[in-house]
């Protein structure tokens, strides 16, 4: 007992030991000084601070000077002269006058007796020490995956440039690094509020869901940061834990969207696609013609969120860009007569098929079924133009990325087993077809049925997007002599399905070379658009920049083209290969700054121009004439 106390009170003193680092810039002769303490021990802290002014001292004696980078320039604030803070102070009344930037910290009280009297007192550093001593409350509280996975962040900023809500003009405060601190603040408090007793305070929960909320869960973070940090999956655990601890926000918009996506019965999709679409979408598109002139006012300059906005601010954006119109009246398997789930359907040319001719299973998705059919059709309609046979999972499924997205982890796992236990049955079923491809027209869906392990429900598949498929089969679009000048803008999905090489080498393989990458977000990251839409008025508000650039570089395009003049000034269309984008751009229709802008998927686009223009009625009615045969699972 004595050797294991002597070893604790050694362990203790290590523990605040102030180790001083020196590391230089070569060259330039700026030498670092890092001091790591524990800002959970005070002492330890006191120490610190004792050791930089001693570190200061011999700098000036040795003729050096003090000077500060990154966050640690704060801390040596207190040793500059006034003569040396004055430049910096001139600066910062020019470029914030009102003060508005690090309130209080920055610029000298009326000098002390000493002359000094900036110090640390207003700053505060978020500490994971004391985690070690809290563990079952963070086991208890799920909290702890979510601090481990945040808590190698350098605080570099690399993320910043690729972060959807992270748009300098419109809000500074979201990008990933900075969700991370507040983030690492909001779990500091959390621990603090649990052993207190005091309870959780709802204001932290609710900051805690504002965080959530401001990401897209793109995961384009992931590439640049060199701590390999994904805060899309540290988002998805967080609203998780909301859900948990029954603290998420109800939204009407999101809880309407989720029912329709966790829905099965064609009668009760039927109803609520009615319901959204044919009400819903269009008192949407009349309430964006009443309040036209305060949504252009709001989408101009969009101001930066602290939570969310008031209720009648939010109304506005949720109409500032007019849902889109015209949609199939019902849904693709309504339309081929499909919905039973006891049937697997087998669609089929029988002119053109035979029993050995390949077969695909192909995963249609919610948002290429439900909402936005002619998706699913268009992409049935090609697999027959290629000649395969196309075999379609049995009644309505949903792959389970939007529960999960959400944080309703408990409804995607199970969701995701039903649908795997349901694909072992049609793949025992149908073991006479030899399927080796499952082919997706969404690239979410891409990405959570690579969790399914499809390799053990048909033996050898692999997963491969509908326009990769197509161009495998060298079926591209035919070079139109009539229109040279011809071309597209096309929009990559944050979930790109195209995973087989670069997306661009594929769109311009099938569209040909006209073809102009248009960058960003769309804003509707399935449903925020819904949930948050004053999150994704920022969102939009740069993807707008980026669609007026690349109209403008298109139109020259065009017009360099022989014969071009013509359609320079035609309309401007962009193209995407994801459900939840195609609406979004469906939204930016009056934005460009000369004519309309069209938007469509690359294979509906495909099938129109080598199909014809009434493809959707013509494959329809081939394929209802005897051209699908339902097989019982």
């Not at 509280?141 to 945040?150: F, L, N, Q, R």
């Not at 938007?599 to 699908?628: Q, S, T």
């Amino acid at each position: 007992p004595i050797l294991d106390e002597c070893r604790a009170i050694h362990q203790q003193v290590l523990r605040g030991r102030v180790w001083v680092a020196l590391h230089m810039h070569a060259g330039d002769g700026n030498v670092h000084t890092n001091i790591p303490v524990n800002s959970d021990n005070y002492a330890m802290l006191q120490t610190a601070h004792e050791a930089v002014a001693r570190i200061m001292a011999l700098a000036r004696s040795l003729g050096g000077v003090i000077s500060g980078e990154h966050g640690i320039g704060i801390t040596k604030l207190e040793f500059l002269t006034d003569a040396e803070l004055q430049p910096f102070a001139d600066y910062k009344a020019r470029v914030d006058p009102e003060g508005r930037f690090n309130k209080g910290k920055l610029l000298r009280a009326p000098a002390s007796a000493d002359g000094r009297s900036s110090d640390l007192s207003a700053a505060y550093t978020p500490s994971f020490g004391l985690m070690g001593h809290e563990s079952l409350i963070m086991q208890r509280s799920d909290i702890g995956a979510i601090s481990d996975s945040i808590k190698d962040c350098l605080r570099c900023g690399k993320c910043k440039p690729v972060c959807a809500t992270h748009v300098p003009r419109a809000n500074l405060l979201y990008s990933p690094r900075n969700k991370i601190l507040a983030t690492s603040l909001l779990i500091e408090a959390f621990l603090y509020e649990e052993q207190t007793r005091r309870g959780i305070s709802v204001r932290h929960w609710e900051d805690f869901e504002d965080v959530s909320d401001h990401c897209t869960v793109c995961h384009k973070c992931l590439s640049p940061c060199p701590v390999k940090i994904d805060f899309g999956d540290v988002t998805m655990n967080m609203r998780n834990l909301l859900r948990k601890m029954g603290k998420q926000s109800f939204r009407p918009g999101k809880a309407a969207a989720m029912t329709f996506l966790n829905a099965t019965r064609p009668q009760t999709i039927k109803l609520m696609r009615s319901a959204m679409v044919g009400i819903g979408f269009k008192a949407q598109r009349l309430a964006h013609g009443l309040l036209k002139p305060a949504a252009r006012a709001q989408t101009a300059a969009p101001r930066a969120t602290l939570g969310p906005a008031p209720l009648k601010e939010q109304v506005i954006h949720f109409v500032n860009k007019k849902m889109p119109g015209g949609l199939p009246k019902k849904t693709a398997r309504a339309l081929l007569d499909i919905e039973d789930k006891d049937y697997v359907p087998i669609i089929r040319d029988p002119q053109a098929t035979t029993a050995d001719t390949e077969a695909v299973f192909y995963f249609p998705g919610c948002g290429s079924e439900r909402l936005f059919s002619q998706v699913g059709l268009a992409t049935q309609a090609m697999l027959w133009h290629a000649g395969v046979q196309t075999v379609l999972p049995p009644g309505y499924l949903c792959c389970g990325y939007p529960q999960r997205g959400g944080g309703q982890f408990d409804k995607a796992e199970k969701m995701i087993t039903d649908n795997r236990v349901l694909f072992h049955r049609v793949a025992n079923t149908l073991n006479y077809l030899d399927i080796k491809t499952v082919v997706v027209s969404c690239g979410t869906c891409y990405d959570q049925l690579q969790g399914y392990q499809f390799e053990d429900i048909f033996p050898g598949c692999r997963i491969v997007d509908i326009h990769e498929y197509l161009l495998e089969k060298g079926i591209t679009l035919p070079t139109d002599p009539a229109n040279p000048g011809a071309g597209y803008l096309y929009h990559d999905p944050c979930h790109s399905p195209m995973k087989l090489q670069e997306p661009m080498k594929t769109v311009t393989a099938l569209l040909g070379p006209n073809v102009l990458k248009n960058e960003r977000c769309c804003g509707e990251s399935g449903t925020l658009g819904v949930t948050r839409p004053d999150i994704s008025t920022q969102i939009r508000f740069r993807k707008e920049e980026e669609l007026r650039k690349d109209e403008a570089a298109l139109r020259r395009l065009r017009a360099a083209a022989p014969q071009g003049s013509a359609a320079a000034q035609a309309n401007v269309k962009i193209l995407t290969s994801c459900p939840s984008c195609l609406q979004g751009l469906l939204r930016y229709e009056d934005d460009l700054a000369g004519g309309l802008l069209e938007a469509d998927y690359i294979v509906i686009e495909m099938a129109r121009l080598i199909l014809g223009e009434n493809w959707l009625p013509d494959y329809v009615a081939r394929a209802n004439a005897g051209g699908i045969e339902r097989v019982l699972v």
